[in-house]
């Protein structure tokens, strides 16, 4: 599974923002697919991921209730749409494709990962 996230920018803080993940291959559905993030001089970070399906998703306490994970299997294509920005969600975000359960993944857990796109957040 090749991956390719797009969408990332500069946005004010409390603004929103999409980014997208697509996907190459016909077993994108076969994988749980999550986010994560890796702001300067910090260790990358788990921040959602979704089932095979798309029926469960999990989420880091930082970004619940202000993030929503999703996916559209036909379109082979998984979404982290952002809202209520923060300055410290300012990161690389990458997308990652494993074959585990839904939960609070590591990085060293997954099987392929996408190229970042970068989200910066300005106060």
């Known amino acids: 599974v090749q991956l390719q996230a797009s969408g990332g920018g500069l946005v004010q803080a409390g603004g929103s923002l999409r980014v997208s993940c697509a996907a190459s291959g016909r077993t994108f559905s076969s994988y749980v697919m999550s986010w994560f993030r890796q702001a300067p001089g910090k260790e990358r970070e788990f921040v959602a991921a979704?089932?095979?399906?798309?029926?469960?998703?999990y989420y880091v306490d930082s970004v619940k209730g202000r993030f929503t994970i999703s996916r559209d299997n036909a379109k082979n294509t998984v979404y982290l749409q952002m809202s209520s920005l923060k300055p410290e969600d300012t990161a690389v975000y990458y997308c990652a494709a494993g074959a585990g359960v839904v939960g609070k993944a590591t990085a060293g857990g997954m099987d392929y990962w996408g190229k970042g796109t970068q989200v910066t957040v300005s106060s």
């Open positions: 979704i089932s095979r399906g798309g029926a469960v998703t």
